[in-house]
């Protein structure tokens, strides 16, 4: 949603509302207070289903300071999106509005559909016009939230799945630790059920059946609810998909051990030529950078159709290219004509999207296919080429020229 000027103008002297949050400018501890605002309107624990408004250059009393909104200051804000800090990824608008005759930078932001939100590990709330950390009993809310507004597929329960299909273990020792803040951790009093719950990787404490996406990141076998839930991986001898396979993988598992897997298979099959001859200093260059292909791979994970279709995603090494299809076409505000676009990005996944970077798969959202084009142009290849349809996406990375 858009705020009209006078909506913004009257919320902007507001000092009661749980709505508005304003900062003089981004200095100081600024920046973190901010992120905590949009954690906790992203979770919108009073059930508003309003945007929050975060004011940039508007004094305590709501009176704009004049702060210059610079093009820099807005990117700022906007990275607040993607830099990770904030998961699930919130959704969020950033923009310079003339309110009073003054500039100043606002940012709106929505209500989550999969709550709770964290900012570090911590979930936030607010609480009148004060921002707090919420309580067991908030979090319970939360979860319920997300029940009742579920949109996306990896948030549904699986009927036949039940607790014994996670590893438990693995979520207690190694993605709790990752995904909740420490000093939450060490006053946690909830029980397992509400730790899952909560990590949205069961549906809720009493009702502890595995989410789509708790399956995908814990499951013990996830291939039995979720088919094609795996990478195919073939090494073909040629530049036709008939031509001899030389090696074969399908990598399967939990999405850390999937794509491990994969990495392995990459790394083998990426060959380094060392050129003494051309230059002043020894030159070590491979096959194909390593991280172009880690970066694109992980997109294919992270924003597939797990819905509807058994197709696994594919990643055929040919002699002359590498091919990466996965099943699912655009989505949301992505579309053939802007994908791939910096900083246009949407998430049909947004659990496994937050998995992903709890796990350490995904550095910053949004920036793994402009990190593959770098790596790539470094590596002297041409840059990945995109072929999308409504059902499939195919990127194809050329060997050097």
Known sequence: MRYSDEELTAMMADFESDLVERKESLGGDAPKLARQAICAYANDLPNHRKAGVLF???????????LR????????????KSDGNILPPPSLTVEKRKLEGTDVAVVTVLPADAPPVRYRGVVRIRVGPRRDIASQQDERILVEKRRAMDRSFDAAAVPSATLADLDLRRFEEEYLPRAVNAEALARN?????????????VDAPEDPRPTVAGLLVLGKTPQDFLPGAYIQFLRIDGTELGDNVIDETVC???????????????????HTAVDITSRPVEARVSTYPLPALQQLTRNAVMHRAYEGTNAPIHAYWFN???????????????????????????????????????????????????????ELSANGHPPPEFHVETNWLQCMVRARV
């Open 56 to 66: 940039i250059g508007v004094d305590d009393d709501g009176t704009p300071t004049g």
């Open 69 to 80: 909104i610079t093009d820099r200051l807005l990117l700022q804000l906007a990275d607040m």
């Open 189 to 201: 009093e909830r029980s397992l059920e509400e730790r899952l719950a909560a990590t949205k990787m």
């Open 252 to 270: 399967d598992g939990p999405i850390l051990s999937a794509l491990r897997r994969l990495d392995e298979k990459l790394a083998a099959h990426n």
């Open 320 to 374: 002359d290219r590498v091919e990466i299809t996965n099943p699912g076409g655009p989505y949301g505000a992505v579309s053939a004509e802007n994908f791939g676009r910096p900083g246009v990005v949407d998430y049909r996944n947004p659990i496994l999207a937050e998995a992903m970077r709890v796990l350490g798969l995904v550095q910053r959202f949004g920036a793994g296919i402009p990190i593959a084009r770098s």
